[in-house]
């Protein structure tokens, strides 16, 4: 009954993994297709939602296709001469998973437009509406990068961890992280259909969106609200002491 939206590339349903799993396209416009942006999204929709090994295999996905690019979006992604691209941009596509009623929106791509005001809109509707967003805090090893969304109030930014525990050294940090998750796993490659690993904040921010959902499923009905939900998630967090650091939240 959780709905995680999902804005990435397109989710290839036809792997095995996917099978009898909830993922529905919501896309507003045509974007082209991107091989390795689609292997992407695909990867974090095994790991939220695949009924063998997904966090949270019950949930729902909404997959929102974002143009990473203003080439990738077709005419129908037009709002107007300044954005050819508009109705495939993240901030357009957080607003539509807000109309559409999802509950956790997940972001694995970074934003490089750090004053854009739709943005800004678009979080703050997104905060108001108890709808949190996920993002995973980027793979330079830098501390406070400006294109993170986790540096933005509203937006929970995740560093990710190695297969061991540790704080992997690939991994942004600095002050947008709110929390950490092991970014390493074992999913299918849509690009040539085998087996093989990934690792990145793009892996562990949709870990954390899938406890999200968890949550939310264990006690959306009974009076409890989205921000007492992310509360408890951050106050028990597993490492810290109690005590936020910038490399794990």
């Not at 005001?117 to 509406?129: E, F, G």
């Not at 942004?172 to 040539?192: K, M, P």
């Not at 899938?210 to 490492?239: C, E, K, N, P």
Request: net charge negative.
């Amino acid at each position: 009954g959780v709905i995680t939206a999902v804005t990435d590339g397109r989710i290839d349903t036809s792997i095995p993994e996917l099978q009898g799993a909830d993922i529905v396209d919501k896309s507003t416009c045509d974007v082209g297709a991107d091989a390795e942006q689609d292997d992407h999204a695909t990867f974090i929709a095994q790991l939220l939602v695949a009924p063998a090994f997904g966090v949270a295999p019950k949930a729902t996905i909404y997959n929102y296709r974002t143009a990473l690019s203003v080439n990738q979006g077709s005419d129908d992604c037009s709002l107007g001469w300044t954005r050819p691209d508009g109705r495939a941009t993240t901030e357009y596509l957080i607003e539509q998973a807000i109309n559409d009623g999802a509950n956790i929106i997940s972001i694995s791509s970074n934003y490089p437009e750090s004053r854009n005001s739709s943005m800004r809109w678009a979080i703050s509707r997104a905060t108001v509406s108890g709808v949190p967003i996920v993002a995973g805090a980027g793979n330079d090893r830098t501390r406070d990068p400006d294109n993170s969304l986790g540096m933005w109030g509203g937006v929970i930014g995740v560093s990710a961890l190695d297969k061991d525990g540790n704080f992997a050294d690939y991994s942004n940090y600095g002050e947008g992280v709110t929390l950490s998750a092991e970014g390493y796993v074992v999913g299918r490659s849509a690009l040539d259909n085998q087996l093989t690993w990934a690792k990145g904040t793009s892996i562990a921010a949709p870990m954390v969106a899938g406890f999200l959902a968890l949550a939310w499923q264990r006690f959306g009905d009974s009076g409890v609200s989205m921000r007492q939900v992310l509360q408890a998630m951050v106050a028990t967090a597993w490492g810290t002491n109690g005590q936020w650091n910038e490399r794990t939240g």
